[in-house]
């Protein structure tokens, strides 16, 4: 039987939390429309009647002028007053429609319509942000107690700062909670995180009640592990365990993502010599609830050790090393080699769907790793192929990133799916998952990025319906992702023997 060292992230990528950077990013808040639609409701009052009168007035004073009509001087000032209030209600409206919460690492900028709020301060150093505070609605059950609706920022000069949570996507709000753990280290959290439940699979509108069966899915798999979020590790954060070579210890550079039971960090080694000290890994980090059964916490970390040990035994040069594997304080490591690169998700974001030529090339480097893995013994099905854990190191070609044996250490523990949802065969979704079930998750990331749009879970995948492709690498994508077993591309050898043909 098959060893299965990887299984899928907790989040699907979409959902991963973006990495704290050291540049100034822009998040979206898009909750005090109120003001700005009132203004504009009223605009074609103010803005068409004070212009119309502004121009009506100058015409006046003109033709006072021209006849020597004394009283010029008071309808000049009638036009200065009506054009004064034509500006006045632009900046209202450029106020109310200030959007933007800017972090960078020094301070946050909030939005204009923060002014008075913010006792006229809207950029404020993260060393004045002394609590974070998430608050519910008045009239709320019992069973709402850990969904808050608002964020209050309480600063050291007394000013108090109210977010409605459903104003900032999931994404930003993730960001945003980063940036505060990651910045304003004196800030406390109220109440605590971990006794929350920020719902960050699901912020936005409620999901229709005509929902498809594939959303009701998503939301299912996005919201399995909504309840429990934990407070990762902060930069700098030191952690010391025992390996196989002796005492080791590894120091938090920064939070790469994290979520549900997860997280993912840059780690550097502060024991290792001057010219190594530079020298970056990826650290993966999972936490089992505490609700787990013990029988079954013991089945999972026997599984945690065993599949880390098998994964550290691999060598290729187009895989990341995973260099060893641990646990302290109730919490399961797993540290990786850290492949400098641009994964193919963010690189299709920026450069947009690429020509079939380069994803041709893609498929075929793809496809050898692969092979290689398949071709161990026993085989090792990855299980998470996707355009996240696929990068474009420095030489150009491609290298895969992560194995989830952490991640199958949640798997196990909890009895639940976990994974990036448009990249699921059907038979993995089952928890039957097999060698094609790599084919599928390659020919979905390949549709991924002949396209730029994310699959459709559960689908057979038509490239060449959305652009124009050679109908010899539509037919390949669409082999690759068949619903039926029997009838998709089932081995690595395959698909490189097909690759070649095209």
């Known amino acids: 039987m098959p060893i299965e060292p990887v299984t899928q992230l907790t989040q699907p990528s979409s959902e991963q939390l973006p990495s704290v950077s050291t540049q100034p990013i822009e998040l979206r808040y898009r909750a005090g429309f109120t003001a700005l639609a009132f203004l ?36 000049i000032a009638s036009i200065l007053f009506y054009l004064l209030l034509v500006f006045l209600g632009c900046v209202a409206v450029s106020v109310c429609a200030d959007t933007k919460l800017i972090v960078s690492k020094e301070s946050l900028r909030l939005p204009w319509q923060y002014l008075f709020d913010s006792k006229f301060c809207i950029a404020r150093s993260w060393t004045t942000l002394i609590e974070v ?17 608002r964020m209050i920022l309480h600063f050291a000069d007394g000013a108090k700062v109210t977010l409605l949570l459903n104003g900032l996507s999931k994404a930003d709000l993730k960001e945003f909670i980063l940036a505060v753990q990651a910045y304003a ?27 498809s069966f594939t959303q009701m899915w998503e939301e299912e798999l996005e919201n399995r592990f909504g309840s ?51 020298r970056l890994y990826v650290l993966k980090e999972a ?4 609700s787990t059964d013990d029988a079954l916490k013991a089945k999972a970390l026997e599984m945690f050790e065993r599949e880390s040990m098998l994964l550290s035994a691999l060598n290729h040069d187009r895989i990341a090393r995973v260099l060893d594997y641990f646990v302290s ?39 050898k790793i692969l092979q290689f893995l398949h071709g161990q013994n026993p085989p090792i099905i990855h299980r998470d192929v996707t355009p996240d854990n696929l990068v474009l190191a420095r030489d150009g070609c491609l290298s895969l990133i992560d194995f989830g044996a952490a991640n199958a250490l949640l798997g196990t523990a909890t009895g639940t799916l976990v994974g990036k949802q448009s990249y699921i065969a059907p038979e993995q979704f089952r928890g039957k998952a097999g060698l094609s079930s790599d084919i599928y998750s390659l020919g979905a990331t390949i549709y991924f990025s002949v396209t730029g749009i994310e699959p459709e879970p559960l689908t057979e995948l038509r490239a060449g319906k959305v652009v124009a492709l ?24 395959e698909l490189i023997d097909r690759v070649h043909k095209l």
Request: hydrophobic letters at 45%; one cysteine or more; a negative charge.
């Open 228 to 278: 429990t979020i934990f407070v990762p590790l902060e930069p700098g954060q030191v952690i010391d365990y025992q390996s196989t070579g002796g005492s080791r210890s590894l120091k938090i550079e920064g939070q790469l993502s994290f979520g549900g039971l997860s997280a993912v960090y840059l780690v550097s080694r502060p024991e290792a010599s001057a010219a190594e000290q530079s």
């Open 329 to 367: 304080a109730g919490r399961n490591y797993i540290l990786l080699e850290h492949i400098e690169g641009v994964d193919l998700r963010c690189f299709i974001a920026e450069q947009g769907a690429q020509p079939p030529a380069v994803v041709v090339r893609w498929l075929l480097e793809a496809a």
């Open 287 to 290: 936490v089992m609830p505490l």
């Open 185 to 211: 280290l004196q800030a406390k959290f109220k109440p605590a995180l971990n006794t929350l439940d920020l719902n960050l699979g699901a912020i936005g509108p409620r999901q229709s009640v005509h929902a």
């Open 470 to 493: 050679p109908s010899g690498l539509d037919q390949l994508i669409f082999d690759c992702t068949r619903q039926d077993v029997s009838e998709r591309i089932k081995t690595a050898d």
């Open 40 to 75: 504009l409701a009223l605009s074609p009052i103010w803005f068409c009647w004070s212009i119309l009168a502004a121009f009506s007035l100058a015409a006046q004073a003109w033709a006072n002028i021209s006849t020597g009509v004394s009283g010029s001087e008071i309808t």
């Open 133 to 149: 505070e998430f608050a519910f609605n008045d009239r709320v059950s019992l069973l709402e107690r850990m969904h808050p609706q």
